[in-house]
């Protein structure tokens, strides 16, 4: 499955903006799929994880509460929806599948990346 990420830009502290990730090639209702992000200068970190069915995700602790993902099959497409943005948030996110249905925060358990998208976040 082919992934890309969109939605990412320039948003200050308090905002929210909403990351989509669309598939082709194949459909996401049968990977679970999750998001990582990359802080420039920093390894590449978990953020959330939707499982296959749609109905079960697991976030880091510093995103509870404030990002919520979710999925949309008929579009084809697993958002990011993201409140209450902090400086801290600003990196680039990634989205990534697997063929699977564990809560796995390693990004060697994915297989299939987007490009990511950037997010800058002012305080």
């Known amino acids: 499955v082919q992934l890309v990420e969109s939605g990412g830009g320039l948003a200050q502290a308090g905002d929210s903006l909403r990351l989509s990730c669309a598939a082709s090639g194949g459909a996401l209702s049968n990977y679970q799929v999750a998001w990582f992000r990359q802080a420039q200068g920093k390894e590449r970190e978990f953020v959330a994880v939707l499982l296959r069915d749609g109905d079960f995700a697991s976030y880091t602790d510093s995103v509870k509460g404030r990002f919520t993902v979710s999925r949309d099959s008929g579009m084809n497409t697993v958002y990011l929806q993201m409140n209450a943005l902090k400086s801290e948030d600003t990196a680039v996110y990634y989205c990534?599948?697997?063929?699977?249905?564990?809560?796995?925060?390693?990004?060697?358990?994915?297989?299939?990346w987007g490009q990511g998208t950037q997010v800058i976040v002012s305080s």
């Open positions: 990534a599948a697997r063929v699977g249905n564990a809560i796995l925060r390693l990004t060697t358990a994915y297989n299939s």
